[in-house]
């Protein structure tokens, strides 16, 4: 990883000759850390990584989801360089609150339509033979228009290949409920983990000794929201599609929005995972899968 850069410092590029000016620091990750830079009057984000080959990777990714046709939700992708030996690309500057922040104070239908805009997106992802990989409520922003964008996509995996860019919360290998590859289900389960994240009202951290902890958590969520039950059958892999997760999703808002109460999908969980997740009691396995 890179050394912190200060605020005012400069980045002439060796390529492009463009200067780009250090305003703040946004975050850093596994594979290099992102700015907000401004170039003659306007406001970038800039992500500088040491591992020029890693970096070039992402680039490729961006390029190629820029050209996707339905793919819409992440930020405009402007030019790749170098600055002192290091690598570098920059890219659209999102606007917007910060996911949580949003949708705090604000009832349990408005984190249905977040996250139905998430999912359409994913979807159209997917269908283009990509998982974002790297899925977690500091890479989404909400603007003032109310749309959900996605940031820093540097951990876009191609289907079948191994993620190689993930935060331990989110990703289902850390909590044993399946392979870290790329798939929709891969994505799908940190959809599910945001929803118990808010639902719960708190991050969480995996306990060994438990191995139906996080199942347990998302029982805390029951009376607080219907979405508890679609949780669960994210992070429990029932989706292999998002287009199954979104029709679960739509019904859900639907009804709440008209005061119905929320019936329950008809793609029921297998029998064999109920009886190995069934939270301590049936009587709890069978409620999740009647909200």
Partial sequence: MTNRLDKGAL????????????????????????????????????????????????????????????????????????W????FYVMEMLEGQP??????????????????????????LHAEGF??????????????????RWYDPGGMTKFGRSIREYTEFYDRGYWGKGQRTAEASYDLFAVGMIL???????????????????DKKI????????FARIAYKAINGVYEQSSEMLDDLSDATSRMSKG?????????????????ALFGSALLGYSLLAL
């Fill in 219 to 226: 029982t805390e969520a029951l009376p607080k929201s219907h």
């Fill in 131 to 148: 998982a974002f990989g790297d899925m977690k409520p500091e890479n989404l922003l909400v603007t003032s228009s109310g749309q959900l």
């Fill in 11 to 82: 980045l002439p590029g060796k390529w492009s000759g463009k200067t780009y000016r250090v305003e703040k620091f946004i975050g850093a990750g596994a594979c290099g850390s992102v700015y907000e830079v401004w170039q003659e009057g306007k406001k970038y984000a800039l992500k500088i990584a040491q591992d020029s080959h890693i970096l070039a990777n992402e680039v490729a990714v961006l390029k190629h989801t820029a050209s996707m046709e339905h793919v819409r939700r992440g930020p405009a992708f402007y030019l790749h360089d170098e």
């Fill in 84 to 87: 002192m030996g290091q690598s």
């Fill in 260 to 276: 119905k109460p929320v019936l329950s999908s008809k793609r029921r969980v297998p029998k064999g995972l109920i009886e190995t």
């Fill in 196 to 214: 118990t994240q808010v639902l719960v009202g708190a991050t969480f951290t995996r306990k060994s000794s438990d191995p139906t902890y996080l």
């Fill in 99 to 124: 996911l949580l922040d949003y949708l705090k104070g604000r009832s349990s239908l408005w984190l249905g339509m977040m996250m139905k805009q998430l999912v359409v997106e994913l979807q159209a």
